[in-house]
């Protein structure tokens, strides 16, 4: 894994082999960047980074000045990967160890962006119920964005909120916004 852009750019991070995760490719990574760029300042959001796993994209946002950056995760390898990283790297990372959809349950924090990147297997109905939970408890600032990645083969087009989805390769990335209701 390689940090894309920022502080950090071409810095190699190595994951212990037995985390269970699937990071994030370069290529998919720094397409998703590019986009997020034309929407925001960096150095002048909250971010929430949900399934965060090796915290490959967290690590972007700090790389590029992110100041606020919440990782959930259920598994206490990948929290532990993740606090340990960014204390080396000196990222404003809070890495917290639980059930996803248990912290969107619970939360009342609110975010610019929340990104969610699931197991690939999950389904239709779970990545909906993801949906739901970010836009009915009201946690994304009002410009703000969910973007969900996902296997090409799953198509979200049709939920309440959608606006765009980017596919690269077997990736895509689907896009949600308050106006698209």
Not at 34 to 53: C, P, Q, R, T, W
Not at 99 to 116: P, S
Request: one cysteine or more; aromatic letters at 12%; hydrophobic letters at 35%.
């Amino acid at each position: 894994m390689r940090i894309i852009s920022g502080s950090h750019r071409g810095k190699q991070l190595i994951a212990p082999r037995t985390l269970p995760v699937r990071p994030t490719t370069d290529f998919a990574k720094e397409s998703l960047f590019n986009i997020l760029n034309n929407y925001y300042y960096m150095d002048s959001i909250k971010v929430l980074d949900l399934f965060a796993g090796t915290g490959n994209i967290s690590y972007e946002f700090g790389s590029r000045g992110c100041p606020n950056i919440t990782c959930i995760d259920n598994h206490i390898g990948c929290i532990q990967y993740i606090q340990k990283t960014a204390l080396a790297l000196s990222y404003p990372i809070e890495a917290i160890k639980s059930d996803v959809f248990t912290y969107l349950e619970r939360t009342l924090g609110k975010w610019d962006v929340i990104f969610a990147d699931p197991p690939y297997e999950m389904s239709l109905e779970e990545l909906t119920r993801l949906v739901s939970l970010v836009f009915d408890r009201a946690l994304l600032s009002p410009d703000g964005i969910l973007i969900i990645e996902h296997s090409a083969k799953v198509s979200m087009g049709e939920q309440p909120y959608f606006d765009q989805e980017r596919r690269y390769g077997g990736t895509t990335f689907s896009f949600f916004e308050h106006s698209k209701s």
